[in-house]
């Protein structure tokens, strides 16, 4: 099993350092190290050249989001798998093992998500997972929560695609991750299809990474907390009416109505008062609506696969889910 680990970046100098000298320590050396650079206009890329690690630049001319940068490691890895790591996370020196073991201990599986620890307090979840409820929201499984909760495998909606493992036929099946998502709630959109197709996600627990969390920087107006930021509540807003439009056949959008309707309200209220980017919300809804209809065209009906998607949102929405 080799494994192609793709680093998308964007003006990480502060940060590429030490992400690509714990992938340097691996127990388990990597296949492939591909960095794709959005644009940067620091000096990442001298550091990549300079590094050790000598992993394959791929140099953008502009910032085209991490979902296309993503894409572009993607066509140039030549391995059985893939594993993405964010340019503001530090890999623990078995991620590569576990990640690897994890393959072939379950052959039938195609997505792999990583234990994501707070950076800042490794005792702490950042991501076991992402889970996906029935209003439409994505949440990191067990975020906040001590880690030593998080120890055995478990399936769950999708990967967070900071630190996930994917079979490369997968993404070759799916055609990669959607670019006009630009950013967010990409990787949510490629597991719902991937599930859609019968595909499913398992969490590792030994494979963890160290994630700062929103730590590339963005030209917009800062909020209270990173995740906060304009650009980020608009992208976000936008794609989660996108997930729904591209990925929600008629029947369970009309089943889930009432939870999407009173989670776009909770989300409002939220931004309205405690975030003040009610602005960029309301900027990314209206373009999600924009964009419905145009997504619709890639809805999938209703099948036999959706009885566990349903099953798996049911479960997000417990108060504790596991």
């Given at each position: 099993?080799?494994?192609?680990?793709?680093?998308?970046?964007?003006?990480?100098?502060?940060?590429?350092?030490?992400?690509?000298?714990?992938?340097?320590?691996?127990?388990?050396?990597p296949?492939?190290?591909?960095?794709?650079?959005?644009?940067?206009?620091?000096?990442?890329?001298?550091?990549?050249?300079?590094?050790?690690?000598?992993?394959?630049?791929i140099?953008?001319?502009?910032n085209?989001?991490?979902?296309?940068?993503?894409?572009?490691?993607?066509?140039?890895?030549?391995?059985d798998?893939?594993?993405?790591?964010?340019?503001?996370?530090?890999?623990?020196?078995?991620?590569?093992?576990?990640?690897?073991?994890?393959m072939?201990?379950?052959?039938?599986?195609?997505?792999?998500?990583?234990?994501?620890?707070?950076?800042?307090?490794?005792?702490?979840?950042?991501?076991?997972?992402?889970?996906?409820?029935?209003?439409?929201?994505?949440?990191?499984?067990?975020?906040?929560?001590?880690?030593d909760?998080?120890?055995?495998?478990?399936?769950?909606?999708s990967?967070?695609?900071?630190?996930?493992?994917?079979?490369?036929?997968?993404?070759?099946?799916?055609?990669?991750?959607?670019?006009?998502?630009?950013?967010?709630?990409e990787?949510?959109?490629?597991?719902f299809?991937?599930?859609?197709?019968?595909?499913r996600?398992?969490?590792v627990?030994?494979?963890?990474?160290?994630?700062?969390?929103?730590?590339?920087?963005?030209?917009?107006r800062?909020?209270k907390?990173?995740?906060d930021?304009?650009?980020?509540?608009?992208?976000?807003?936008?794609?989660?009416l996108?997930?729904?439009?591209?990925?929600?056949?008629?029947?369970l959008?009309?089943?889930?109505?009432?939870?999407?309707?009173?989670?776009?309200?909770?989300?409002?209220?939220?931004?309205?008062?405690?975030?003040?980017?009610?602005?960029?919300?309301?900027?990314?809804?209206v373009h999600?609506?924009?964009?419905?209809?145009?997504?619709?065209?890639?809805?999938?009906?209703?099948?036999?696969?959706?009885d566990?998607i349903?099953?798996?949102?049911?479960?997000?929405?417990r108060?504790?889910?596991?």
């Amino acid at each position: 099993m080799q494994i192609c680990v793709i680093i998308p970046n964007y003006n990480g100098e502060a940060l590429l350092g030490p992400c690509l000298d714990s992938i340097l320590a691996q127990s388990r050396p990597p296949g492939q190290v591909i960095v794709v650079d959005n644009g940067s206009t620091d000096r990442s890329r001298e550091l990549v050249r300079a590094h050790p690690l000598a992993p394959v630049l791929i140099e953008l001319d502009r910032n085209l989001g991490f979902a296309a940068a993503v894409n572009q490691g993607i066509a140039k890895a030549e391995v059985d798998a893939v594993a993405l790591l964010n340019n503001d996370a530090v890999a623990d020196a078995d991620w590569l093992r576990a990640g690897a073991e994890a393959m072939e201990r379950y052959p039938e599986v195609s997505m792999f998500a990583s234990l994501m620890l707070d950076f800042h307090g490794r005792a702490r979840v950042d991501s076991a997972g992402d889970l996906y409820l029935r209003d439409g929201r994505p949440r990191p499984r067990g975020q906040g929560r001590p880690a030593d909760q998080f120890t055995a495998p478990a399936e769950v909606f999708s990967a967070c695609a900071g630190a996930a493992f994917y079979r490369k036929a997968l993404l070759d099946e799916l055609g990669g991750f959607e670019q006009s998502f630009f950013a967010y709630l990409e990787d949510v959109d490629l597991g719902f299809r991937a599930r859609a197709r019968g595909h499913r996600c398992v969490f590792v627990p030994d494979a963890r990474v160290y994630h700062r969390g929103a730590a590339t920087g963005l030209a917009d107006r800062p909020g209270k907390k990173p995740v906060d930021s304009s650009e980020r509540v608009f992208l976000i807003a936008r794609n989660r009416l996108r997930v729904i439009a591209r990925n929600w056949p008629a029947s369970l959008v009309l089943r889930f109505s009432p939870w999407l309707v009173l989670g776009l309200f909770r989300s409002a209220a939220y931004h309205l008062f405690v975030s003040r980017q009610g602005g960029a919300f309301f900027k990314g809804i209206v373009h999600g609506v924009k964009a419905f209809a145009g997504d619709r065209s890639s809805a999938p009906a209703a099948g036999p696969e959706f009885d566990d998607i349903v099953r798996l949102m049911r479960e997000g929405s417990r108060p504790w889910p596991r």
